[in-house]
């Protein structure tokens, strides 16, 4: 049983592709014993790849995150939310997000539902 660190994107994919394979491994074989393995070198790559933001971040500070720095853009978004104008909106504190938000957006962009339930003020309009 050979196991590497895993050092960037295409090894990383390619152990969760072995990950799968050895998904449903009996108890204690050695397919097993490797899956772990590679459970637990995914789970520190992806720590150290796609950190997940300080608790003092609000789920706004989240979603910026995601768009600068895990390959995301403001359009994606608004698809998701089904207008430019939310996404700008949600971006800008200007509206909260709804549960149903919070979900489409955990499902597509695979964010935990945690960071993105913190509550946070809205910023006023100008009147």
Request: aromatic share 6%; no cysteine.
């Amino acid at each position: 049983m050979d196991i590497n660190p895993i050092r960037n994107d295409a090894e990383h994919r390619a152990a969760l592709a072995e990950i799968e394979t050895l998904w449903n491994a009996p108890a204690g074989s050695d397919g097993a014993i490797k899956l772990d393995l590679l459970a637990t070198m995914v789970e520190r790559y992806e720590a150290g790849r796609w950190p997940i933001p300080s608790a003092r971040w609000d789920s706004v500070d989240v979603l910026h995150y995601a768009i600068e720095e895990m390959g995301h853009s403001q359009s994606e978004l608004a698809q998701l939310l089904g207008s430019r104008s939310r996404a700008s909106e949600i971006l800008s504190r200007q509206r909260a997000l709804t549960t149903e938000m919070i979900h489409k957006i955990h499902v597509a962009w695979k964010i935990p539902a945690e960071l993105l339930i913190k509550p946070y003020k809205l910023r006023r309009k100008a009147a």
